[in-house]
């Protein structure tokens, strides 16, 4: 994607990125799913008061070493269930456990309502990369299969989505944080470290979102983003945004393209 040369904060918005999961298509609904399965499995050894706060204690301190996704996630419920069963758990009770996995790995693109219409529509009016994070493989498929891959200029599959990597995509896109936004239902990977670098956000809260996700805090930028309940609101309330860059100055020590 060529570079845009758009450092006059007076330019607008010069690029939009779209988060993938739970903001174009279902994604965590599998994930719950896949827990509660979980802890159906583990009924049978344990009391099933605290395993899914446990099986978060393991998904959370795996991320280090697996990554986002189905396949870390199995490796942690593998783990958590040998742990929690003090390992009494059978070996056909594991082999269920990775079956879940295969099934999270199997399941359908769902996209939400109205998305291909309002990514159509803003396409039509600013340059758009989709950046997403989990498994390199199970993403890209996943991008493939959504009918929505045309859409975008450039697709990012992160390990990370925090200022470090958002700020070398700026980079490497070619724009200024104050000329970028971001859409997206987390507020920890989407919109918190955007707004920290003096970007824009578009908050799309999602009806279940994992615990690791919900750990944000917005301590700056706030007034730089939206919430809204569909991205069919997404056209009208990017011009607002767009008409608010261009009139309102860049923030001190903004990084720059």
Do not use: C
Not at 25 to 31: L, V
């Amino acid at each position: 994607m060529a570079a845009m040369n758009s450092h006059d904060p007076r330019s607008g918005i010069a690029l939009v990125a779209f988060d993938a999961d739970d903001t174009l298509w279902r994604s965590q609904d599998y994930f719950d799913d896949a827990q509660q399965q979980f802890e159906r499995i583990l009924s049978a050894y344990v009391d099933l008061q605290d395993v899914g706060q446990r099986l978060y204690a393991y998904e959370k301190r795996n991320i280090a070493f697996f990554g986002y996704g189905a396949k870390g996630m199995a490796l942690s419920m593998v783990e958590a269930a040998v742990d929690i069963t003090e390992a009494r758990i059978n070996g056909s009770d594991i082999k269920r456990i990775v079956s879940l996995a295969k099934d999270l790995l199997r399941h359908p693109v769902e996209l939400l309502d109205g998305v291909r219409a309002a990514v159509e529509a803003v396409a039509a009016q600013h340059p758009l990369v989709l950046i997403t994070k989990g498994d390199l493989f199970h993403q890209e498929a996943k991008v493939r299969d959504s009918g929505l891959s045309d859409l975008f200029r450039r697709i990012e599959v992160v390990s990370e989505k925090d200022p470090a990597t958002y700020a070398r995509l700026f980079e490497e896109f070619g724009v200024s944080a104050h000329n970028f936004l971001m859409v997206g239902n987390s507020l920890r990977s989407d919109i918190a470290p955007v707004l920290e670098l003096g970007g824009w956000g578009v908050h799309v809260p999602y009806h279940t979102t994992w615990a690791h996700e919900s750990e944000a805090e917005l301590s700056a930028g706030q007034g730089r983003m939206r919430t809204i309940t569909s991205l069919q609101d997404l056209p009208t309330t990017l011009q607002e945004l767009d008409l608010q860059s261009r009139l309102q100055p860049a923030p001190q020590g903004e990084w720059i393209a």
